[in-house]
């Protein structure tokens, strides 16, 4: 059975860094590629990036491209994603989520993490 | 980017009811398209990969059609478990976008 375990909800101060983590267990890490999905209260969806363990190659939207690092350690099937700089913006919850990854796409998302609540406060 | 549409953004329905929800795509996505099913506090959960296939044990009165541009998500026979939100997402081209979601109120 596949699960996803991230780390606790974080607050942060404007500036700063957060980096939360992901941990897949079932054995298939290695055969998807995982994304970071954030959703702000009450707001929808937002795709941020994401990494493809066996390729060792991530991809990052746009809009975070010089803030945010996807790495993952396969050893210990673990994805990380790091963002900096801070702002109020960026209080949401952050949700990993696993998928195929085909083409230079990342396909829809079978496996999610609980998520973790970020907040952003001074 | 591809922008998602989805309409409507609310709905009230009763147990027992047939609800449609519509998404739309700002350019034409073949059947790269999701529906995705929240609740308050849960990680979404993938019901139905491309356009109209169910995943595995989803529920059948779950259905979903379209292509191209338009797509739709069919409830029928609304159970209590079904009052949730619901999002739409394009996988076509990179990067992957939701709509903004519809919420099924009692």
């Known amino acids: 059975q596949v699960q996803l375990v991230q780390s606790g909800a974080e607050v942060k101060k404007p500036g700063s860094s957060v980096r939360v983590s992901c941990q897949a267990s079932g054995g298939i890490f290695s055969k998807y590629a995982v994304s970071w999905v954030r959703q702000a209260p009450g707001q929808g969806l937002e795709w941020m990036g994401g990494v493809i363990p066996s390729l060792t190659k991530t991809h990052s939207r746009q809009k975070f491209q010089d803030r945010v690092t996807f790495t993952a350690d396969e050893s210990t099937t673990t994805a990380y994603m790091e963002l900096n700089n801070v702002s109020s913006e960026d209080t949401a919850v952050y949700f990993c989520?696993?998928?195929?990854?085909?083409?230079?796409?990342?396909?829809?998302?079978?496996?999610w993490g609980q998520g973790t609540l970020v907040t952003v406060s001074s | 980017d591809i922008q998602m549409t989805q309409s409507p953004s609310s709905l009230s329905a009763s147990v027992g009811d047939r609800v449609t929800i519509t998404c739309r795509a700002s350019?034409?996505?073949?059947?790269?398209l999701s529906w995705y099913q929240q609740k308050p506090g849960r990680a979404p959960k993938l019901l139905i990969y491309?356009?109209?296939i169910l995943k595995t044990g989803v529920p059948a009165r779950f259905s979903g059609g379209g292509s191209g541009t338009e797509f739709t998500l069919t409830i029928a026979n609304l159970q209590p478990e079904d009052f949730a939100t619901y999002f739409c997402q394009q996988t076509y081209r990179s990067p992957p976008t939701f709509g903004r979601g519809t919420k099924v109120e009692i």
């Open positions: 989520a696993l998928g195929f990854y085909g083409s230079g796409l990342f396909l829809p998302f079978d496996y």
């Open positions: 350019q034409r996505i073949t059947t790269q």
């Open positions: 491309p356009a109209s």
